[in-house]
């Protein structure tokens, strides 16, 4: 008797289950293992970990970053500035993220009683940061390089601050927002070091 195939695991399909939960129920209430079931995957069969609330948001983390990196090439010609990049980087992850608005304001909004997925994530999250200013072009192997990590992680968590409470179309909030946030970073960079 022919084994059966696999089922390729789709991360698209996971995860827009896994926000329908977070958006209908509650972020509490998301269970990975439910959702693989439904999906008639086994957790046996994906070559990560899915056993926890806080591996989805992992996957999640990871899988924006991976086709931000993708679509990077697309987005300059060679003659923007540094903070031209860094605008153009925010703006499309904040597409990328779009779909998913709902369910992360909902996150967002319990990280300070959710420890364990702060605790978690900051790894992922660290090296989110490091991957867009790497992106942008800015050196991170200088001596000045936590300096400049630190900056952009203050800057992106305003600008998704932002993001949540702005519900236009066509994002104008978030995007005046985001020129002010990294012309004030420009500004304190070109006082300290060279801002790429």
């Known amino acids: 008797m022919a084994k059966s195939k696999k089922q390729a695991f789709d991360k698209d399909a996971?995860?827009?289950k896994a926000f329908e939960v977070i958006e209908t129920k509650g972020y509490q209430s998301l269970s990975p293992d439910l959702i693989l079931k439904d999906?008639?995957?086994s957790a046996k069969d994906i070559p990560f970990s899915l056993s926890s609330k806080e591996d989805v948001m992992v996957l999640f983390e990871e899988h924006i970053?991976?086709?931000?990196i993708q679509i990077a090439p697309e987005l300059f010609d060679g003659s923007?500035?540094?903070?031209?990049?860094?605008f153009e980087l925010m703006m499309e992850r904040f597409d990328l993220m779009e779909p998913y608005k709902?369910?992360?304001?909902?996150?967002?909004k319990t990280l300070p009683m959710n420890p364990i997925l702060v605790l978690k994530s900051i790894p992922h999250f660290r090296d989110m940061v490091r991957s867009i200013l790497q992106l942008?072009?800015?050196d991170i192997s200088c001596p000045t390089s936590e300096i400049k990590i630190i900056g952009f992680t203050y800057?992106?968590?305003r600008s998704c601050k932002n993001w949540f409470e702005d519900e236009s179309v066509d994002k104008g909030k978030t995007m005046a927002a985001l020129d002010k946030h990294l012309t004030f970073a420009e500004q304190i960079a070109n006082s300290l070091f060279k801002f790429g």
């Not at 970053?65 to 931000?68: G, N, P, S």
């Not at 923007?80 to 860094?86: S, V």
């Not at 709902?102 to 967002?108: D, K, M, N």
């Open 136 to 138: 942008a072009d800015i």
């Open 14 to 16: 996971f995860l827009n």
């Open 39 to 41: 999906m008639g995957i």
């Open 65 to 68: 970053t991976d086709q931000l």
């Open 102 to 108: 709902t369910g992360l304001h909902e996150i967002f």
């Open 155 to 157: 800057i992106y968590l």
């Open 80 to 86: 923007e500035t540094t903070k031209e990049k860094l």
